[in-house]
């Protein structure tokens, strides 16, 4: 029991008028009409219900091993290969994404970063520069200005070395906990001639074992940066963060700067194979190909556009991008070229690695295909519409399931692409 | 249903079909509506809802029952909707949304009526933070208690107040830009 008095309590507890201050601004009845508008509908629920998906047939005690199996390959991964990841892949080899406002990106499951900056994981940290708004929601160590932050829920906003919490809770590297409201940058001190030091007393706590500077011939005095307001660090793009950043980050942030004011498909894969050239080792360089090949489906013809998908997939197989790698090829090879065989290999990877509606599509795809290439070969066709059969349509845009619809029925129909 | 009960909870991780089945009808209304309230008008919402159940029936043998289901579910849902908001940025960063992103884009049939007015309040919601999003979305939209939103997003009753706080006035100023007032959202005869 506390041997605090009453009257501490009492005497600091909230009074009326500064209760009726933390007003709810939101209009209750605007609000219920909001969740009456974003409600699903009876009829989109019975759509899900209607789609339920099938759990796993033949369960086995093997499955309790596999979470084991799993967690003991992920260590192995890691311990071979320390800087990987186990959430989103990293962009390029060395795992430093440039930031964007219009590219949010999971830097490491839990941790998802805004702005415009730098994110990169060094082994049990993540790295941060910039000014970026960072969503904390598992534990982890940031580093922010070549210091410890740590957290496990907070939402916080960086300006270079500075650092200013919306929610939540961060542990400095001072060992000092910062909650919503508090800002922290690190000290600095300015010779000054002569004055007296400033006293001990008065400078911030450090963390035990901390490195400390020595004082400068002259007097010190310690003067801390107030960081910039939270409101205005992600509203007003400013020029890249402190320190110097290698030639490659900078050019990469300039180019997406330059596509963020209009580049159109065919400059802005123009502006990425410039960079390639320039920079050919940096660690942008894989992404200025993905991206590139992505771009060009919007304005290349369409026998180059695929070239240069196939390109990037044979020198990014495996990458973080791969996916759409595939879905943007198929497209071009069965929609422009009109050869299912050359989209077959694409609409293949989509249906193992996509889910819901995509993979279902390609799935389609690849039956249509396989029963317009069967010819007079009655055990393809057939093994085609039992493909088709197993496809659920109702997850299928209108136009496709039709074209399903009429192959499974018709048994003169070859599988054309709708 | 809170947590599961022991013969329930086996029942699930053993994958029996009608515990499944009452697994998904139980919870499918509340999936599609976190979908359609966190996941934005780019997002197919029926095509995420489902691809939640996926995850979730692949690791329901290794739910081991300590959080609610509905707590359980909620965590597998936020990650689904972010790698789905992940993708469809990527389409539209190289210009190919009108090609690959589910969502049709401002047609005269989706920006009138229901379709149109969910899009707005969709798009009110978007101008919030997504930690601020969760909590309106739990907190005032869903009316949820604190403590239990507290433990979906396992953050401190504290944070979910801190939260809210800061993301009920900026909510109040994304619907007054959008003109979403009480007189001018119409109902639209949802289930929850």
């Given at each position: 029991m506390s041997d605090l008095p009453p009257w501490v309590r009492s005497s600091t507890e909230p009074r009326r008028d500064e209760l009726a201050r933390f007003s709810d601004p939101t209009d209750p009845e605007a609000l219920r009409r909001v969740r009456e508008a974003t409600a699903p509908s009876a009829a989109e629920v019975?759509?899900?219900?209607?789609?339920?998906?099938?759990?796993?047939?033949?369960?086995?005690p093997l499955w309790a091993g596999a979470p084991l199996l799993l967690a003991v390959s992920l260590l192995l991964v890691r311990s071979v290969l320390p800087t990987a990841t186990t959430g989103a892949p990293p962009a390029d080899p060395?795992?430093?994404?440039?930031?964007?406002?219009d590219l949010p990106w999971e830097v490491v499951p839990g941790v998802r970063v805004e702005g415009r900056g730098t994110a990169s994981v060094d082994a049990d940290r993540v790295v941060l520069d910039g000014i970026l708004r960072v969503h904390v929601w598992a534990p982890v160590t940031l580093e922010i200005g070549g210091r410890p932050f740590t957290t496990r829920d907070a939402e916080l906003h960086v300006a270079g070395d500075a650092v200013a919490v919306v929610a939540g809770a961060v542990r400095a590297p001072d060992g000092r906990f910062l909650v919503s409201g508090d800002r922290w940058a690190p000290e600095t001190t300015v010779a000054t001639a002569p004055l007296p030091a400033a006293p001990a007393s008065r400078a911030a706590p450090r963390?035990?074992?901390?490195?400390?500077?020595?004082?400068?011939?002259?007097?010190?005095?310690?003067?801390?940066?107030?960081?910039?307001?939270?409101?205005?660090?992600?509203?007003?793009?400013?020029?890249?963060?402190?320190?110097?950043p290698p030639d490659a980050v900078v050019a990469w942030a300039d180019l997406l700067d330059q596509h963020e004011a209009g580049l159109d498909g065919a400059r802005f894969a123009r502006a990425l194979d410039g960079y390639r050239a320039q920079?050919?080792?940096?660690?942008?360089a894989g992404e200025a190909v993905d991206l590139a090949a992505l771009a060009s489906v919007s304005f290349a013809p369409a026998a180059d556009a695929l070239a240069r998908l196939e390109e990037a997939l044979a020198l990014r197989a495996g990458g973080p991008r791969t996916l759409e790698l595939h879905t943007a090829a198929a497209w071009l090879a069965r929609e422009e070229r009109k050869d299912c065989a050359a989209a077959a290999p694409h609409d293949r990877f989509v249906a193992a690695n996509a889910s819901g509606r995509a993979r279902a599509t390609a799935e389609v795809f690849l039956a249509l295909c396989a029963l317009r290439e069967s010819g007079s070969d009655p055990a393809?066709?057939?093994?085609?519409?039992?493909?088709?059969?197993?496809?659920?349509?109702?997850?299928?845009?209108?136009?496709?399931?039709?074209?399903?619809?009429?192959?499974?029925?018709d048994p003169g129909h070859e599988g054309a692409t709708p | 249903m809170d947590r599961s009960e022991p013969d329930t909870l086996g029942a699930l991780r053993a994958l029996e079909p009608?515990?499944?089945?009452?697994?998904?009808?139980?919870?499918?209304?509340?999936?599609?509506?976190?979908?359609?309230r966190l996941g934005g008008h780019r997002l197919d919402a029926d095509d995420v809802a489902h691809q939640v159940f996926e995850v979730a029936l692949n690791r329901l043998p290794t739910f081991r029952g300590e959080s609610s289901e509905r707590t359980w579910l909620y965590g597998i849902t936020r990650r689904v909707v972010a790698n789905a908001r992940r993708k469809g940025a990527i389409w539209a960063f190289v210009g190919l949304e009108s090609l690959f992103a589910s969502d049709p884009g401002p047609s005269p049939e989706h920006t009138s009526g229901l379709a149109g007015q969910r899009r707005r309040v969709q798009e009110a919601l978007e101008a919030l933070p997504f930690a601020q999003r969760e909590v309106v979305v739990l907190l005032d939209i869903e009316e949820r208690p604190a403590p239990e939103v507290a433990t979906m997003l396992q953050i401190p009753v504290g944070t979910v107040y801190s939260r809210a706080h800061h993301a009920r006035r900026a909510f109040a100023d994304a619907l007054a830009r959008a003109g979403l007032t009480a007189e001018t959202v119409v109902l639209a005869g949802g289930v929850g």
């Open positions: 019975a759509r899900l219900l209607a789609r339920a998906p099938a759990p796993r047939r033949g369960f086995s060395e795992g430093v994404h440039v930031v964007r406002v963390a035990e074992g901390a490195p400390t500077r020595p004082p400068a011939p002259e007097a010190v005095v310690v003067a801390p940066v107030a960081p910039p307001a939270p409101e205005a660090a992600v509203a007003a793009p400013v020029d890249p963060p402190s320190g110097t920079y050919p080792h940096s660690p942008f393809r066709a057939a093994a085609a519409r039992e493909a088709l059969r197993a496809i659920d349509t109702r997850i299928l845009d209108a136009a496709l399931a039709a074209a399903v619809e009429r192959a499974r029925t | 009608r515990a499944v089945d009452r697994f998904y009808r139980e919870h499918a209304p509340s999936v599609l509506g976190w979908v359609i």
